[in-house]
């Protein structure tokens, strides 16, 4: 197996991973919450909003950085084949299932996971898992 030197970017990842687990860190150090962005998003919709100015901050952070990325000359735009019907009806089941979860793979996956939660681990597992039963189900089964 070949390895893509094109979308082999390891020290772009791993400088990503340590900006995520410093903003996470400093999240929960600072302010007791979570950096789970279902959670977050959810609670900037219910009322009361008392802590909205550090939830809109935290997803003006989430949607600035690929802008800021691109200003500096880093491609940022995934290929997606799909149409925008699927990606609507996939986001939409996402997010009914990280309501059912109680979070999301943010929140598990590098919180809970990172502070040895079981829950946390099980979600994971279990959202990594569906994951790879629907890639080998589509590519495999199906034929896409």
């Known amino acids: 197996m070949a390895i893509d030197l094109t979308h082999f970017t390891p020290a772009l990842s791993l400088a990503g991973g340590l900006i995520i687990g410093i903003a996470a860190s400093v999240l929960i150090l600072f302010n007791g919450r979570i950096a789970g962005i279902s959670g977050i998003l959810g609670g900037l919709l ?4 008392n802590d909205r100015h550090w939830r809109l901050a935290f997803l003006a952070g989430l949607i600035g950085s690929p802008l800021l990325a691109s200003l500096l000359g880093y491609a940022t735009a995934p ?9 609507l009806l996939a986001g939409f089941i996402v997010g009914l299932g990280t309501r059912y979860a109680g ?3 943010s929140g598990h996956g590098v919180c809970g996971m990172s502070r040895g939660a079981v829950r946390s681990i099980v979600a994971t597992l279990t959202f990594m898992a569906a ?5 080998y189900i589509q590519r495999h089964l199906l034929g896409a």
């Open 103 to 105: 979070g999301c793979t």
């Open 131 to 135: 994951g790879f039963i629907t890639v």
């Open 46 to 49: 219910s009322w009361p909003r």
């Open 79 to 87: 290929e997606i084949h799909a149409s925008w019907e699927v990606v």
